[in-house]
Each structure stands twice: as C-alpha cells, then as structure tokens.
DNA sequence: TGTTAGCACTCTCAACCATCGAGTGCTAAT
DNA sequence: ATTAGCACTCGATGGTTGAGAGTGCTAACA
C-alpha cells in the first residue's frame, strides 16, 4: 500500500492532536477539526490503512487511534515543520550567558535549568568529557597541614582538584618546581596521553621524592579515572507530572527511579556525538524505562571539540518541534559562548 | 485527664502499630498484636479519652485511631527505645570513610547516599558553610589566555575556586606575589572577617595593577556570597514512592517539588544548628508542604566548629527510633573522621 | 468502681450492574 | 471512490448493595 498525500495530511492531523491532547484521536475530530473537505467514514478507511501500515493502533476496539513509534519516526524525519523560537524564549534563554561566568559547570547547570524551564520536559545535561579537552596548566598548592591540592586546568576551563597527602620535609618551593615540571610536560596534551610511560621519564628527574612524587601520580591518574564518569546535571524531573500518561504512580516512580541513577542517563547520552540534533523515539531506545519516552538531544562544543551533550526527556508524544528547535538553539548558542570564552 | 501507665502503653501500642501498617489501629489490633490482658472495650475506652486528649484521632467514626502529631512527640521524647544500630548498618556506614578521600564534598555526598540507603528515607545533607571555617590559603593559578583562577584553601580542605579576567601585561610572577599578600592577610580568618576594609589596607600596596586588583577582590566577596547558599546533597527520593500516603500523585509531587527547591531546603535544615540529633514533626514545621512529614536531622562538625546539618526525611509516621540511631551515628563517625582528617 | 460482653450503628470499600457515549466497521446508496 | 446510516463494542460513569471493620453505648459482672 501507498503512503498518499491523503493519508499523510491524515496522520499528520492525528499525530498533532495527539500530542497537544493525549487521547485517542477519532475520525470525527479530524474531520471537524482539521477538515479537509472530507467526511469521517472516508477518514475511518484511511485510518484503517495507516493502521495496517503500523502507523496507527487502536488501545480498544471501540477507542480512536494512537499514533505508533513508526509513525513519530515518520513524523520527525519528514512532516514536521521546524517552529521557530518566540521572541520570549530567545530571549530567556540569552540569561544564561548574561551571568558572563567563565565556569563551564556553572554554564551547564544554566542550560540544564532554561531547557526544562522553556520547554516543560525534564533536561539532561552531560558536563564536559575531560578526555576531550587539553591540559593546560598543573599546580600544587600547599594546604595547612600535610595535604597539597592538585589542580589541573584545561582548555575548557575545567579544573580537577584532588586533595593529596605531602611529607612533612617538602616546601612549597619544591611544590612549586614539580608543578612546573609537570606543567610543561603535559602541557597541550590530552588526559588520555597522560600515560605511564611519560610519567617514567619525568620520574627520573625527581628521585629525590619518589614517594610523594608517586602519590601525586596516582592522584593525577585516578582523577582521570574518575572524571571519565561524567557529571550528570538535570532539570525540570518533576515536569513529568504534568503529563497524565504519568498519572499511574508506578510509571511516574519508574521515571524518576530512572533519572537518579547517573550512571545509566550517561550512557543513554554519551552515546551519540554527532553534530546535529538526535531524536530517539520510544522504543528505538534501548532501555526499558524509556520505552515510552523520547529524546532529543544535541552536543555542544569548544571550537569543533565535542564536549559534551544535553537533552530533552518527555514522553513518546513530546513536542517534537519545540524540543527540537530549543535544543537545537541552545546547544548552538552554548557552543558559540563557550568557544568565545576558551578559544583565542 | 491524667496519663496513666495503661493509656501510654495503649498509646505506644497505637503509634507502634501505625508506623508499620499505615492503617488506622482499632482495638481489638491492640487487644490480640499488644495484648496486656484487657479486653477490646476497655481499650476502646480508653482509647476514647486518649483523643480527647489530643493524641489520637480518627479519620472517620467508623476507623481505628491515628496518632496525632502531639502523640509523636511524646513517642520521641519519652516514649521511644533508641535501638541500636545492626551490625551490617554499622558496616554499611563505614564505607563512607574507607575510600579515605580527603574531598569534604565527597564525603557528604557519600553520606546522603547512605543514609537514605539505610533508612529507605529521603536524605538532605548540607554541605559545608564557609562562615564557619578558616582561610588557610589562598592562590592564583594562571590559565591559558587572559584568565586565572582563584583557589580558596579553608581549614575544612574546602575549595572554592572562581575564574577572573586578567590584564594580558601580568605574569605569574605577580599573580603569585599576589597570592602570598592575600594569603599572608587572611590567613587563619573567616569569610566572614574579610571585610572591605581590610582589603583596603592591602589595596595600597597593590596601586601598581589597581584595576585588576579590584577583579581580585570581587572575585573574592562574590565568592563568598555565593557560597552563603551552600550545596544541597540529596539521597533517595523517590524513596517516598514506597510509602502508601504518597501514592496519592498530587502529594507525591508535591513533595518532590519541595525537593527540588534547594533553597527551600536550605533554610529548612540550616536553622537548627545545636548539636544532638533534633526531631521536626509534622504541623511543627512551618512549611505548609511539610506539614505531612518528620525531619530527623544532626549537624556535623570540625572539631567543635559545626560545619553542616544532615537529616532524613520521611512522613510523620517514620520509624523515628531507626532515623535517630542512624542519623546521630553518622552524624558522630562523620564528624570524627572530619576531624581527624583536617585537624592536627 | 472498673471491666467486659453484647449489640446496634456508622462508614468505607469493593463488586456489581445499568447506562451512556465515543468510536468503529460494514453495507448499501450515491 | 465516497458517504450516510446503522449495529456493535468497549470503557467510563454512577448508583446500589453487602461485607467487614470498628465504634459507642448499655447492662451485667467482679
């Protein structure tokens, strides 16, 4: 069977009325609606067609019909019309840069905020993936006592604290000499070049501390360990209950289960890094507590660096050109901003 | 009326029974679950004087009694067995210090973690105050291009670090004189003691970089107001999903609502700062959200500086003898291993 | 006088049923 | 090919009913 112009304006009308109102769409609301100079009973042949097609089902025999994941796909890729941004949410979202703060985690809990805000889904946003970014400057600073603070900063601004433990007969003259040593050894490298081979040739030159100076190698490796687990930020969890398909306290509970556990929403993000917007619809997804949600998502960079990606969780109905055209601005703008900021 | 002997034995009975069903209790529960040799009606008698005491009530006249929030109180101040805590909860607890991180804000998040864990309540912890601690140190770290990067080293290992513009003509030569001048003056004082005057008096031997000088110290005072508002750690929210009153969506979400206002949050926990673990009940909280739920709460300290509050959250009908054991335990392990850490 | 058995009464909850309405699929007419 | 008409299906709504849990009251009892 063909996919006509008929039954494309058809499913695009009851897509559209689907997602704004969450019930079955039945022909007579087409009809009226969104009327097109024919009569319910040819609509209910088509609907019947889009439905053996896999574009439409019935919950029940006698309910109207819900548009399939296939048709979202279908939806997403071909019908939708890209909406633009209100003048409002432009400008709403132009806040985030006003605060002129050159920290990058900072900016990130900014977008995280206005995307959930602006759009009324729950947000995810991936912080920067450190092995992405280049090591810039590394300083020990002496801490009361015997502890030193290591801090790595990088070309996107980032900084890596760890606290280490430091004999008591070292000053911070020395300090200071082996974060100069380890600066310009690592200087314009990638933490994933930050390997055991060139830490060897460093370590020949400070016999003098191998002890200290190993401790701060671990400290140096193990914050690479741990930062490969990216910060996770969210916004906007609670919005799910704005949708009624969310109403069974078991689904919304599921949800939220879902969104505490960081490790699985970085894995669900990290994913895809392409340029460009990412729609996954329902089940294209493959975890089973988001079966029935969407994503779209985008990445945002430093220069033509990837650094990181952010995202609009909703259910499988979303908004699809709105989410779309507000991720899609923003992760543009952050990108933009973010690059001015790091990048002379 | 008098409390006698009986009546609050009837009374634990009662707040006993509630806290693990969740079901109003009648008497003849008591009579068999609780039996001390009365019958039913003697307890239904008694019962009777009870509420009109004010410690229990019904939901409707033909249902067991609920206690009130004023028979919670009683419960907590005289009526509850601490228990002890089990030996894998002691177990459990310990892997919060095991990874021996020196990181203050690794540890607490590990504490919301746990708590929350252990009780199957919500858990707050706020994290450190910098009103409360010592500058030990105080750095400028150059970055790549025109920006450098303010590390604030407290006697709680905190760090607060804030990036600044630099003039393009500073080397880090003078970034470091800079950072000895301020490290020398505010060494061993509060946040709250650096006050502008005192940073007049080092402003006049700085007249040669006036204007970056000034970036320095905003970059300062505004670090200062911004951590005011400390970080809020949160453990186990949808834990409240397991509790049947909250199966209600609208109270549900509520509550999560009121969890993600952090500022709300804040001022909630922070206005209790004696030491010993402090309960709220129900209608004693003066949030109207929080009118249906119980804080158990601690604070944590440094020495005998306290530092931060942590608690649980749960509805008012939580197994305080648990939250209490749980939250003054950790509370107490807490604070030694803070101590031992960054006190010497 | 305090305690208890008995009983009538109240109220919620779940099950049941009838009804309503939205929507369909089919058929026959256009 | 389209459409009007109609019988049919199925979920949602609302009212009724009976069971069960629990009470308060009264009268008998130790």
Redesign the pocket.
Known sequence: MQLGK?KLQILQAVIDDYICSG???????IAKKYGM??????I??E??DL?EMGYLH????????IPSDKAYRLYVDKLMKIRMLTAAEAEYIKNIYEQRTAEIEKVIEQVARVLSDITNYTSVVLGPQLNKVLIKHIQLIPVEGQYALLVVVTSAGIIKDTIIRVPADIDSGYLNRVSNMLTEHYRDKTFAEVDLNSIQDVQKEMIRQKEFFNSVVDALTESIAQKEQTEVYLGGTTNIFNFPEYRDIMKAKAFLSFMEQKNLLYSLLSKFDKKGVTVVIGTENEYEQMKECSIVMTTYSIGDKVLGTMGLIGPTRMEYSKAVSVVRYVGETVSKYLTSLFEE
């Open positions: 008929r019930e079955p769409v039945g022909s007579r609301t100079g024919i009569s319910p009973a040819t209910r042949n609907m019947s439905e019935q919950p029940h025999t006698s309910a109207g019909r």
